[in-house]
């Protein structure tokens, strides 16, 4: 059976290679088969492809993310989207397509959260925190009582060898405390328990660095001397105390804190502590701030104190003549004007005494605050001491 394509008419042909309409006389140079296939074509339902090509869309675009603008019919009919690549899909802004650089998290995890930004290790915001030495003078300032404490450790002063043992325990067992997170006043009892046997530790580091140096510094001035650099040699005893005299402040609390002598004669561990980054400047402020002071006024102090007895002695020197006195009364008479001094002198150096005393205590505040950040309740051996206290104790 075949179709005219000119007028339409169907009809039975003669002959299948070259076909004549008998309508029309047009003629059909294709074979029938071929007409065939293309007259049943046109006869299919094209509205059956329309259904998955509308709702396609609809199964990978968000309802709130879907187009406004309606696609015509027509045209969707004739676009052809591919089955096994669906549409692109358009993510959410506030949703992140990779981790985060600085936490790790996935895109999941972090979708909640707002973008971070293109900072890849964010700065955390530290609040400011005061110097030790001035966190151990505003504790110094809020002790309540601290002057009368600050006077029986003057007092204490003024027995050779039992003073500096007090004053060295009380002041390292309280910067103590503050190192292993105790943050308590001045102790209003001087001697309690811990502070003695602190002291003695303090006291025989002290002593056996004192031998050691002394012997070193007799080697250098016989050495210095003999190449007649005594210039030399003092510039280098100057810059040697102001060097090791924070080093010296480092042991000590090293050995309140681990409650042993060789702890604080461990040259290697103090000096690990004392050159941390950032540490070592603490330390020479916590030790020269106040010793700067004490030394400026203890200057001061005694340059009166010689003043007025030198000039007291020289004017009633000169005011005696040898004619009328004798010499053993002239000496007499300056004999007795200096003892009169004795009180004055007395006075002056319990001032000396009281500047200093506080000087330390502010001293050990601060290394206490300093060496809180070295966490020295985990060390070694401090845990040693403590477990050879409790084994004592039981």
């Known amino acids: 059976m075949a179709t005219c394509p000119v007028c339409g008419h169907e009809f039975e042909p003669e002959d299948s290679q070259n076909a004549v309409c008998p309508a029309c006389g047009a003629v059909l140079a ?12 046109p006869q299919e339902e094209p509205t059956s492809q329309e259904t998955p090509c509308e709702e396609q869309p609809t199964q990978v675009i968000p309802p709130e993310e879907a187009p ?19 549409p692109t899909q358009e993510i959410p802004h506030t949703a992140p397509t990779e981790p985060y650089p600085a936490t790790g998290a996935s895109g999941a995890d972090a979708a909640n959260e707002p973008s971070a930004g293109p900072e890849i290790h964010p700065a955390i915001a530290d609040p400011y925190r005061p110097s030790p030495l001035k966190r151990a003078w505003m504790d110094f300032k809020a002790s309540p009582g601290k002057l009368w404490i600050i006077l029986k450790l003057a007092l204490f002063q003024f027995v050779p060898g039992v003073g500096s043992l007090v004053l060295s325990g009380y002041a390292y067992t309280w910067a103590r405390e503050q190192a292993l997170g105790r943050h308590l006043p001045l102790p209003t009892k001087i001697v309690r328990p811990g502070v003695l046997d602190n002291g003695l530790y303090i006291y025989g580091v002290s002593v ?42 480092v042991m000590n609390m090293r050995t309140a804190l681990c409650g042993r002598v060789r702890s604080g004669l461990n040259l290697k561990r103090a000096w690990s502590l004392f050159a941390a980054p950032g540490k070592t400047g603490q330390v020479f402020a916590a030790y020269w701030g106040p010793a700067a002071l004490v030394v400026l006024i203890t200057f001061v102090c005694y340059l009166l104190l010689f003043m007025v ?22 000496v007499a008479q300056l004999l007795a004007m200096m003892l009169s001094f004795i009180p004055i002198t007395i006075l002056v150096l319990f001032a000396v005494f009281f500047v200093s005393t506080a000087a330390t205590l502010v001293t050990a505040r601060a290394l206490g605050y300093w060496a809180q950040d070295f966490h020295p309740e985990a060390w070694p051996e401090y845990q040693e001491n403590v477990k050879y206290y409790m084994d004592r104790a039981v």
Not at 70 to 77: G, H, I, L, Q, T
Not at 229 to 235: A, S
Not at 313 to 325: E, F, N, T
Request: include cysteine.
């Open 30 to 41: 294709n074979d029938a088969n071929e007409n065939s296939a293309i007259d049943e074509t």
């Open 68 to 86: 406004t603008q309606e696609v015509p019919r027509e045209e969707s009919a004739t676009q052809q989207i591919p089955q096994e690549e669906p």
């Open 208 to 249: 056996s660095m004192t031998v050691v140096f002394f012997v070193l510094g007799l080697f250098a001035a016989t050495v210095f001397s003999a190449l007649r650099l005594f210039i030399i040699f003092t510039l280098l005893v100057i810059l040697f105390v102001v060097c090791c005299g924070p080093f010296f402040a």
């Open 309 to 330: 007895v030198m000039g007291s002695s020289i004017s009633v020197a000169y005011g005696m003549s040898g004619v009328y006195h004798s010499d053993y009364y002239i």
